[in-house]
């Protein structure tokens, strides 16, 4: 008869905890610092893209990214 292994629960434990961290509030500093990071990565995909766009958008869409991400 198979044993089951315990690892499993050890990872599901860690990907809580991982979903956890992620979801929490941060100050302001973090949250600007992740909408201009993202804001950036996604003018260098509309560059080499060559979609059009300018660099308001880019920061709107990264902050409606970000919101979302931190359940804002």
């Known amino acids: 008869m198979p044993v089951k292994k315990e690892s499993t629960r050890k990872s599901t434990a860690k990907k809580a905890v991982t979903a956890v ?40 869409q990264a902050e409606k990214e970000m919101k979302t991400i931190y359940k804002l």
Do not use: C, H, M
């Open 21 to 60: 961290k992620k979801t929490k509030r941060p100050n302001l500093q973090e949250f600007l610092d992740s909408v201009e990071k993202r804001a950036y990565e996604l003018y260098q995909e509309r560059i080499i893209s060559g979609a059009p766009g300018d660099d308001i958008s880019d920061w709107f």
